[in-house]
């Protein structure tokens, strides 16, 4: 028996001592934006201070004194916060908003007044002598717990569209970690394995961030060149689809002009629109100083257009309504169909740049 006591113990503080590593690491990754490293270092703390909790109780019980106390202070803290360590992490994207997040975490708080009257009502949970004893409601534990899972299930998803990141491996190795850890420690109360699980996802979900942040170009969020040269390499020779590119006019005389702070502010407000009017149809790549692409699936050209439409009428209502509306550049775009690559997809964005800079000269002979 006591070793397997000191095996739990054991097994307990590596997972604190890894997610002590996990969160220093998250604070120098610099991939990761601010609040991905913030919600991660507080996922990842509240699930030390439930397995020091659990270290402690573990101790008091078989080593110090026979006393249940000890386990009504861990059980209180373990379910009362585990719920609240998927709510956590899910706002480490920073995809949704406030007022639908704290609706969703309705769930979770109802979980933790009946977890903190416990040792008072049993509803949750009981302790007779040193032993732990599920209450006639430990169910709301169960739903409340498997709602934030599902809340960060549902944030994830999002993630990979947001960051155009469609392979799922990571994401599926940890939902199955995260389900089994969880239904063995359901099904087998005497067997702990919950917070081993929740280590290991926390450990998978750090890769997963990395994942997700290491193809972004920091300052627009969008896809970066290295990606954008992998992916094109790959294009065989039957593919299909459209490519539009993007060039700000006179960028270099902006930053000249105005610096490079109000240069950046340009090209995040840029990189944000070609996102709004351009992810749903296909990848957004930045790929040079002010030169964007997007590769896209349809061929139909009156998409396309109607695309560029929306995003050049997007580019003039915030021309017109800024007080600095000379400072937001113009942008050049042009566009090309194909529905073979036999010449290559060099040939492809020749064709689209040769309409851009029509489209740029054409802009300027107007304006003359």
């Known amino acids: 028996m006591n ?12 997972c604190a001592f890894s997610l002590f590593i996990l969160i220093h690491a998250s604070r120098h990754n610099v991939f990761f934006i601010y609040e991905m490293k913030k919600q991660f270092a507080i996922s990842a703390f509240m699930t030390i201070i439930v397995i020091v909790a659990e270290i402690g109780s573990v101790v008091f019980e078989n080593i110090i004194v026979k006393s249940s106390v000890p386990i009504f202070i861990s059980n209180v803290i373990g379910f ?29 708080w109802i979980n933790f007044v009946f977890v903190i009257t416990s040792p008072w009502t049993g509803f949750i949970f009981s302790v007779s002598g040193i032993n732990y004893l599920r209450g006639p409601l430990f169910g709301i534990y169960i739903a409340a717990y498997l709602s934030s899972y599902a809340i960060l299930i549902r944030e994830s998803f999002k993630a990979m569209k947001h960051y155009q ?11 199955v970690l995260t389900f089994i850890g969880t239904f063995v420690q359901v099904l087998l109360p005497v067997v702990h394995t919950s917070w081993l699980s929740i280590t290991l996802s926390l450990i998978l979900y750090y890769a997963y961030f990395c994942e997700l942040t290491e193809t972004q170009d920091i300052l627009t969020g969008l896809l970066n060149r290295s990606v954008y040269e992998q992916y094109t390499k790959k294009l065989n020779q039957n593919a299909s689809g459209s490519v539009l590119i993007f060039d700000l006019d006179n960028f270099k005389g902006i930053n000249d002009l105005y610096g490079h702070q109000w240069g950046d502010s340009c090209l995040q407000t840029i990189g944000k629109l070609i996102k709004d009017c351009f992810l749903h149809m296909g990848l957004c790549y930045r790929v040079g100083g002010d030169e964007f ?26 021309r017109k309504s800024s007080d600095v509306q000379e400072e937001l550049p113009m942008v050049s775009t042009g566009y090309t169909v194909f529905l073979n690559l036999e010449k290559g997809y060099a040939a492809a964005m020749k064709d689209a740049d040769t309409q851009m800079y029509s489209f740029k000269n054409k802009r300027k002979q107007s304006l003359i």
Not at 86 to 103: D, G, P, Y
Request: glycine share 2%; proline share 3%; net charge neutral.
């Open 3 to 14: 070793d397997l006591i000191n095996n739990y113990v054991a097994v307990d503080a590596i």
């Open 80 to 108: 009362s916060l585990s719920p609240f360590i998927a709510v956590i992490l899910s706002k480490a994207f920073s995809l949704e908003k406030e007022k639908i997040r704290a609706v969703l975490t309705i769930p979770a």
């Open 165 to 175: 990141r469609y392979t799922k491996s990571t994401f599926i190795m940890l939902l």
């Open 293 to 318: 692409c997007v590769i896209c699936r349809t061929t139909d050209e009156q998409n396309l257009k109607d695309a560029l439409g929306l995003f050049h009428g997007k580019i003039d209502e915030i």
